[in-house]
């Protein structure tokens, strides 16, 4: 199994340019999670789902957007890029709750 | 809300030295509690969790109990590895569905041969 693949792996950006951050799980997982990881801060849960259809804001959701219309996919949108919005991009999946999360090697974007 | 709050680091030791990284948590009720580690250039791993009051959580040497009196759930090991240089992530469940961590800022660990 490939678990959670993110692409892509490295990204730069200027400053109002928008992308699409992909994540693919192959386990089946119901649940998937989007978060970035800036330095010494830890992760910030952006948002998540609990299932194809549904998706709800976390922490941080300001300036992006996702979409859940399969198991498998959960992909994350930046549509304005901004600086505040270089970081490093993590999605998760995992079966039930409480449970493991899955991660992705992660995604590293930089907006200049 | 539920959250925690982790030893800062960095953190260097030799090795075969004695590792502890202090977590404590703020919480509502018992939520399940965790570790995660992140190796150099990877997404974080599960390292071993605890779910109720009293739990210990192990796993790759490492321990770590849930003691609901101190409100803590640190990480230890008795004998470190260059192996184990790391980012280590203490966490906990939200316990708003859906499998909400919340995770703490993370402590690096250096094992110097």
């Known amino acids: 199994n490939a678990g959670v693949t993110q692409t892509p792996k490295f990204r730069i950006l200027k400053i109002g340019q928008s992308m699409t951050l992909q994540c693919t799980q192959d386990?089946?997982?119901?649940?998937m999670y989007w978060y970035r990881q800036d330095p010494g801060m830890g992760l910030k849960l952006i948002y998540y789902?609990?299932?194809?259809?549904?998706?709800d804001k976390g922490e941080v959701p300001n300036g992006y957007n996702v979409s859940r219309s399969t198991t498998e996919d959960f992909p994350l949108r930046l549509e304005l890029a901004a600086p505040s919005q270089t970081s490093v991009y993590f999605c998760?999946?995992?079966?039930?709750?409480?449970?493991?999360?899955?991660f992705g090697e992660g995604s590293r974007l930089t907006v200049l | 809300g539920n959250s925690v709050t982790q030893m800062e680091g960095p953190v260097t030791l030799s090795e075969e030295a004695f590792l502890t990284i202090n977590c404590t948590y703020t919480?509502?009720?018992?939520?399940?509690l965790f570790w995660y580690v992140q190796y150099p250039g990877e997404g974080l791993q599960l390292l071993l969790k605890?779910?109720?009051?009293?739990d210990k959580g192990s796993n790759k040497g490492f321990e770590a109990t849930y003691r609901k009196e101190t409100t803590s759930f640190h990480l230890e090991k008795g004998s470190v590895q260059v192996s184990d240089s790391a980012v280590y992530f203490c966490?906990?469940?939200?316990?708003?569905?859906?499998?909400?961590?919340?995770f703490g800022t993370g402590t690096r660990l250096t094992v110097i041969p």
């Open positions: 998760a999946s995992s079966q039930n709750s409480p449970g493991e999360l899955f």
């Open positions: 386990m089946n997982h119901n649940y």
């Open positions: 789902s609990v299932g194809a259809g549904i998706t």
């Open positions: 919480a509502t009720g018992y939520p399940s």
């Open positions: 605890a779910t109720k009051a009293d």
């Open positions: 966490a906990l469940d939200r316990q708003t569905g859906a499998n909400n961590l919340f």
